[in-house]
């Protein structure tokens, strides 16, 4: 009975996933990618593994889709789309990727055994940090380099888009994220939802520590609302030599690195916390990386920017 | 209270409308989601102090409370129909839905609103979106609301001014005689 | 008593999942795009209505039970947003009367 | 057949449809929304690992589950910088891309 969830699921992402290939409209083709993001977040909770599946709902589908269907608004519509490659080469290109997924469950179908976890290792230790969520644990204290180097990538992207910026507007604001028509269920919406949205994204991080949750969640749901806000045209997307703002962007990783330094002093290892401390610290470091997350994340959606700035 | 949407705009004036009474009505409403979700513990009240002060500046940059006070009695009443009115609703597309003859005499329906354009007409929009029926499908001429209807026979356009009349209640407002 | 609260929950969410059916019959049934939203809408918003009264008695304390209806509430807003907004939408390119 | 391996065998399907479209699509968008596919299927082998890894009370191996989602905020990042990329393109008038800017659209009704 429970396989024949999974056997649907698999064949409704299946579909999405050819759908999104084979579409002739680049719109729909997002459209059915953010469906695929959706159905896979419940495959996250059907593998036991909520935090991806929050993950995968709110930046796989979500953010991403967005950033997708933001640039297909400034791209063409069909005509353009280009020609397709003649009959071999796709009877060729079809022949690779079947041999490749073939192989890959080759793969899957021949598991070692016993199977290699590091699950065991990762429940002796979570009570020395002090948290009860062992994906937190994971992201924070026993791989927190991996942590650190991915905030820093966020970082290097918000600085590779905003190196996209024409000369004439740079330091000027992204393109207005605001819809072309005016729409009354769309302003109520941004004028309701947004306060609901932060005590829930606060409450994503601040649960993080214990439950499923964290600061990518949390985050992810604060740059929602300021999204949505920008859409609605309740705030202008900001111009990107505002001082203040490049802070907020680096707060995060610095308080980061910063806790990672008072590591060599607290108990002789970067990134290594006291166990006295851990959580406290933790729960720091989570709160201001969710606070950049959130501005990186709105900032990767804005884009580079598109006016020149107001002097 | 008119003034406490302006004072935001500067950081003690957020204080001073968060301090103001309906700063203070949303503060305890925002804490109290903070409760529903986390539940209640020391360390969970000091983390939600500052999330429901946050929630409350945004929010009284987003909806500055008006001048005039909500009516809560008729706010509840309003509330508990709500249930009932998914209900009709819910039967009613399920009833068309299943019946093989499906009775739909769709079309649109143009209703004049006597409500201020803006946030209340906008809640009053995605109320009717919810009841059984009705659609809003964008504004028309002036005042008029544009609507989408299952069911063209029905007396759409009384059933509406008498929600509208309900609505407006809760605005503080008596309906005039239309 | 828990048998009877059992029932409930039982007989509640069966006739959600019902509902939840109907707007699915509708989606595929009903003419045009208008007409499949209010089907999506209001027969989803009870369809999920009754799942979360029919979970309420099974909530071990009375917050669980008040975060499901934060749920159903915050779902009926954004149906009804996003049923708006569709219809916006579909009637900006097929224009009707 | 056990739920893993039932998404395992997917999670190939995945990988194998996205090289399908990187390699069939010849406009740089196409090329970027499969990729991702590619990386869905990628990201969906470290739960079956995770699951397959179930142990110490845990119904999930937590370590891949970390590195799935350090790899989902880093593929939307990826993502995020190459549809600039894609669009500063057009505004430059580059070749390899066939369509010409327009004005920003809106992408909700």
């Not at chain 1, 729909?28 to 993001?37: E, M, P």
Request: proline fraction near 7%; glycine fraction near 10%; charged fraction near 15%.
């Amino acid at each position: 009975m429970s396989l024949l969830v999974d056997l649907v699921l698999v064949a409704l992402i299946l579909m999405a996933a050819v759908w999104t290939v084979l579409v002739r409209d680049r719109r729909d083709a997002v459209i059915a990618f953010i469906v695929l993001g959706l159905l896979l977040s419940l495959v996250w909770m059907r593998l036991y593994a909520v935090d991806v599946a929050l993950t995968e709902a709110a930046v796989g589908g979500g953010a991403t889709g967005l950033v997708l269907l933001r640039a297909c608004a400034r791209l063409l519509p069909v005509e353009a789309e280009g020609r397709l490659p003649g009959p071999g080469t796709q009877i060729a290109a079809g022949l690779l990727s079947a041999i490749a997924a073939a192989g890959l469950a080759a793969v899957v179908l021949s598991p070692p055994v016993p199977y290699p976890s590091l699950a065991a290792l990762a429940a002796e230790n979570i009570h020395q940090v002090g948290l009860g969520n062992p994906v937190t644990a994971v992201l924070l204290a026993y791989r927190s380099l991996d942590t650190l180097l991915e905030k820093v990538v966020l970082v290097l992207a918000v600085i590779g888009v905003w190196a996209l910026t024409p000369d004439a507007f740079w330091g000027g604001a992204p393109g207005s994220l605001k819809s072309k028509h005016a729409s009354g269920a769309l302003d109520l919406l941004a004028r309701v939802l947004p306060p609901f949205g932060i005590v829930v994204g606060i409450y994503l991080v601040w649960n993080g520590a214990d439950h499923p949750g964290g600061t990518f969640q949390g985050g992810t749901v604060l740059a929602a609302m300021w999204l949505l806000m920008m859409m609605a045209d309740l705030a202008d997307p900001p111009e990107i030599r505002l001082k203040r703002l490049r802070r907020l962007v680096v707060f995060g990783p610095a308080v980061f690195i910063a806790a990672g330094f008072a590591g060599i002093f607290m108990s002789g290892w970067f990134l290594s916390y006291p166990p006295d401390y851990a959580k406290p610290i933790i729960v720091a470091v989570e709160a201001a990386l969710a606070l950049s997350i959130a501005v990186i994340l709105g900032l990767l959606v804005a884009g580079p920017a598109a006016e020149p700035p107001k002097r | 209270m008119g003034g406490g949407a302006m004072a935001v705009q500067t950081r003690s004036g957020a204080i001073g409308a968060i301090a103001s009474a309906a700063g203070l009505r949303r503060f305890v409403f925002y804490f109290g989601f903070w409760f529903i979700l986390i539940g209640v513990s020391p360390i969970n009240l000091i983390v939600g102090l500052p999330t429901a002060a946050v929630a409350v500046w945004v929010s009284l940059r987003l909806l500055p409370p008006g001048d005039r006070s909500l009516s809560y009695g008729a706010l509840a009443g309003l509330l508990l129909r709500l249930p009932w009115q998914s209900l009709v609703a819910g039967i009613d597309i399920a009833r068309r839905a299943f019946d093989p003859r499906m009775p739909l005499r769709t079309g649109f329906v143009v209703f004049p609103s006597r409500l201020p354009p803006g946030s209340a007409r906008d809640a009053f929009c995605a109320l009717m979106s919810l009841q059984p029926g009705t659609l809003p499908v964008g504004a028309g001429e002036k005042d008029d609301i544009l609507f989408h209807c299952l069911d063209t026979a029905q007396p759409v356009a009384a059933q509406l001014a008498a929600e509208e009349a309900r609505f407006l209640r809760i605005l503080g407002q008596e309906p005039r005689n239309a | 008593m828990s048998v009877v609260l059992d029932a409930f929950t039982v007989i509640t969410v069966t006739a959600g999942l019902v509902f939840f059916l109907a707007g699915t019959v509708g989606l595929l049934r009903f003419p045009d795009a208008l007409t499949r939203l209010h089907a999506l809408t209001k027969a989803d918003n009870l369809g999920l209505g009754l799942i979360v009264l029919g979970l309420l008695p099974q909530c071990p304390d009375i917050t669980s039970a008040l975060k499901l209806i934060a749920i159903w509430v915050l779902v009926q807003f954004a149906g009804a947003s996003a049923s708006q907004l569709i219809a916006q939408f579909v009637r900006r390119n097929e224009p009707g009367p | 057949m056990s739920a893993p391996t039932l998404y395992g065998l997917c999670a190939a399907a995945l990988v194998g449809i996205g090289l399908f479209g990187l390699i069939l699509h010849p406009t740089p968008l196409r090329k970027v929304i499969s990729f991702n596919l590619v990386g869905c299927g990628a990201f969906l082998f470290f739960g079956i690992a995770a699951r397959r890894g179930a142990g110490a009370g845990f119904a999930g191996d937590p370590i891949p589950q970390a590195l799935v989602i350090t790899g989902i905020v880093v593929a939307f990042a990826a993502t995020a910088l190459a549809v600039a990329l894609i669009l500063r393109m057009l505004e430059a008038g580059a070749s390899t891309v066939d369509a010409k800017p327009l004005p920003p659209d809106d992408l909700s009704p």
